[in-house]
């Protein structure tokens, strides 16, 4: 199997194509409408709800056939149609221009896979089998999400606001780094959820 290199990458206004607009289509571009994409859909017909995307200038949806100009400027491209050898057309092509390809349930033609997710505020765990198994990773997630629960998001926040003071503060870069960690510890979080948990009383 081939390694992977896990990374987060930013996505804000890069061009990025979808092929296809079915429900699984709909998930991917609602995927990267989340990340702030600048997202370009390509399929003959669409669902509902990307047809609204459009309308609202959230995508922009070209009623037609995928062709290989379609991938000039792109980061990457996400293909979910009903045409393996479409499929294999558009990894082929991808690979030839140095852009990033993910054909949904093809493990062989990606260059990336998408990991399950548990998403609280900043906080983002993402989970891989390298396209072995994704219902593993799907099982792993909902474990996770009842490890990590929403009170995770607002205190990862809290957290950040730390350490923007902490860097104002003239102190010693070790000093700064073992306060970091004093303020990201179990025990810290516990204290967190319990004043949050008393001022909610309070409200």
Known sequence: MTALF?????????????????EIGEGKIAGLLEACADVHVVAPAATSRVKEWNREGKVRWS???????????????????????????ISRLAQRRGV???????????????PAVVRRGALQIAISTGGESPALA???????EQQFGPEFAEWVKSLGSEREKLRRISSS?????????SIASEKAFRSFVKESKKQGRKH
Request: glycine share 6%; charged share 30%.
């Open 138 to 144: 799907q099982r792993l997630r909902k474990e996770l």
């Open 63 to 89: 009623r037609r056939e995928f062709r290989g100009s379609d991938l000039q400027g792109c980061l990457l491209v996400v293909a979910a149609t009903s045409s393996s050898e479409l499929h294999k057309k």
């Open 173 to 181: 870069l070790a000093e700064r780094k073992a306060q970091l960690h």
């Open 6 to 22: 896990p990374l987060f990458v930013k996505l804000k206004k890069r061009k990025c194509l979808m092929v296809g607009a079915g």
């Open 100 to 114: 990033l390809c993910n054909i949904v349930d093809v493990p062989d033609l990606c260059d990336f896979y998408y």
